[in-house]
């Protein structure tokens, strides 16, 4: 009968963690329709100021250069 109750106890733990996890995916679902929403609204101005011709100026290119080798 110590082994049922040995089983019980580990499923009573396993159910937890499960409901934890749950929680968990429930606010990050919630984190990821949020940064949506906001990657979206952020995206339509980006839209609405390229129409209407805002430009950013030019980076300068820099030369090229070859990377160091270090020798041990």
């Not at 100026?57 to 041990?72: D, G, R, Y």
Request: charged share 25%; hydrophobic share 35%; glycine share 4%.
């Amino acid at each position: 009968m110590a082994e049922l109750t040995e089983q019980q106890g580990h499923l009573s733990s396993i159910l937890a963690q499960q409901k934890e996890l749950a929680n968990e995916i429930n606010q990050l679902q919630a984190q990821i329709t949020n940064k949506k929403e906001l990657f979206n609204k952020t995206q339509g101005v980006v839209e609405y100021l390229t129409q209407v011709g805002v430009k950013l100026p030019e980076e300068e290119t820099a030369p090229e250069t070859k990377p160091t080798e270090v020798v041990s």
